[in-house]
């Protein structure tokens, strides 16, 4: 069975500009968790979405949006870019959330320059 | 007081030594635990699972939690230096919540 995907793998991009990330999950996973992964602050947790909804959100501020579509791949926008927004975006899949596994894709490098 | 704690390390053990991996949780309704391996450069990888009082084993790991005390921990048995990681403990409240909190990690180091 195919593990989480994510692409790009690596982005480059200036402060101000927009960024959107996916992720494909497991087959038959239909919850997506999107967290952020920095030296200082480890892994942070962003959104979950399981059947196209919004379930929970973490302490982010509005530039960070996601979405999910009918086959449960998901995306993450930024936008207006800033220099702290530099880290490794991991995206997870599980069945349905809650207590289930999470099994995490090999992560989105975004630089912001 | 952060939700998950565990200590940052490095913890450095012999080879074929067991290290010991520990990790506090604030919310005393948590009700999933989960430990993660995370080489340098790489994502996490699911280690093991564990949702009730007591042990639980596969193969070299061993997890140990105790929701009176509100603590799990990781027990690595016969340590090998390809065990050289960061490792990370999640805890999930459960109950509708999706949503996983992760401790900063413990970098254990296994000296050859």
């Not at chain 1, 509005?62 to 991991?90: H, I, K, P, W």
């Not at chain 2, 939700?3 to 074929?16: D, F, I, K, R």
């Not at chain 2, 939690?65 to 799990?72: E, G, R, T």
Request: glycine share 10%.
């Amino acid at each position: 069975k195919a593990g989480v995907t994510q692409t790009p793998r690596y982005l480059i991009k200036t402060r101000g500009q927009q960024v959107t990330l996916s992720c494909s999950p497991i087959s038959g996973h239909r919850s997506v968790s999107w967290y952020q992964q920095t030296p200082g602050q480890g892994l942070q947790f962003l959104f979950e979405y399981f059947s196209e909804t919004q379930r929970n959100k973490g302490n982010f501020p509005g530039r960070f949006s996601g979405r999910q579509f009918s086959n449960s791949r998901s995306e993450m926008n930024v936008s207006t870019l800033e220099l702290g927004d530099s880290a490794l975006y991991l995206c997870a899949s599980s069945l349905a959330g809650g207590s289930d596994e999470q099994f995490f894709g090999p992560g989105t490098r975004l630089t912001v320059l | 007081q952060k939700e998950v704690e565990q200590n940052s390390g490095p913890l450095s053990v012999p080879e074929g030594a067991i290290a010991s991996l520990n990790c506090t949780y604030s919310d005393r309704g948590s009700q999933s635990f989960f430990w993660y391996r995370q080489y340098s450069g790489k994502s996490p990888e699911l280690i093991m699972s564990i949702y009730s009082n007591g042990d639980k084993e596969d193969g070299r790991f061993t997890a140990q939690l105790n929701k009176a005390s509100q603590y799990v921990s990781l027990l690595i048995r016969d340590s090998q230096p390809s065990d050289s990681a960061t490792y990370l403990c999640a805890v999930n409240r459960g109950g509708g919540t999706y949503k996983y909190i992760f401790g900063t990690g413990t970098r254990l180091k296994v000296l050859a």
